[in-house]
């Protein structure tokens, strides 16, 4: 049977049940949504609340079941209270490069944990970049693709999908995961710079005015 950690239970448990909260009431549910005219007017704590709201049952569930299959493995490499650094700063990270890049679109809002999950793949992606990803996917090469998809869809705004808060919270994770584990500076090298690749690349890009 899989041991799931009380930490991962907890996490999961608080985007069920603000989640659920915010199905039945809208009034909570637009109160509490990341929402950038809200958020310039004062009300920072919606950078953290939306990290727990969903739009749907299945946006709920995808995001709950992509944390369970990896939690484990932050937990097993970093411990308990690192996975949980990781996951709040990929939270944060995921809401302040939103904030950065919609900034003077006062009308932008977004929900879900999106941000804080993919900040614990791409710790995972980190920590064993040569498992494999969806049976066959070498971990690396989905990371870097899905950041260059990310980028991809930043630009072209494609779908009604936080391409920003999953970047913020991909880059959260790498960061932690590094601060975490120094070590892998030296040991994996390589690998270190090859997923930090995307992540120039949207700095670069940024700062040319292309995206």
Not at 10 to 35: C, H, P, Q, W
Not at 45 to 74: K, P, Q
Request: with cysteine; hydrophobic share 55%.
């Amino acid at each position: 049977m899989y041991n799931i950690d009380i930490a991962t239970i907890a996490i999961i448990a608080a985007n069920v049940l603000v989640s659920m909260k915010g199905f039945s009431d809208t009034t909570f549910f637009e109160r509490y949504k990341f929402s950038i005219g809200a958020i310039k007017a004062g009300q920072k704590e919606r950078m953290a609340t939306s990290g727990f709201l969903h739009v749907d049952i299945s946006h709920l569930l995808f995001n709950m079941l992509t944390l369970y299959f990896f939690a484990d493995v932050v937990i097993a490499w970093l411990g308990v209270t690192q996975f949980i650094i990781v996951y709040l700063v990929s939270l944060f990270g995921g809401s302040l490069l939103a904030l950065y890049f919609h900034k003077d679109e006062p009308y932008y809002s977004a929900v879900g944990a999106s941000g804080a999950v993919m900040g614990i793949v791409y710790s995972v992606v980190l920590l064993q970049p040569f498992s494999p990803f969806y049976g066959f996917i070498p971990a690396f090469v989905f990371g870097i693709g899905y950041l260059l998809y990310s980028i991809y869809g930043m630009k072209k705004r494609l779908g009604n999908i936080g391409h920003t808060a999953h970047f913020g919270g991909a880059i959260g994770g790498y960061v932690c995961t590094l601060i975490f584990m120094p070590s892998l500076l030296q040991t994996d090298t390589l690998m270190v710079g090859l997923l930090a690749l995307p992540i120039v690349l949207l700095l670069v890009l940024e700062k040319m005015g292309k995206i």
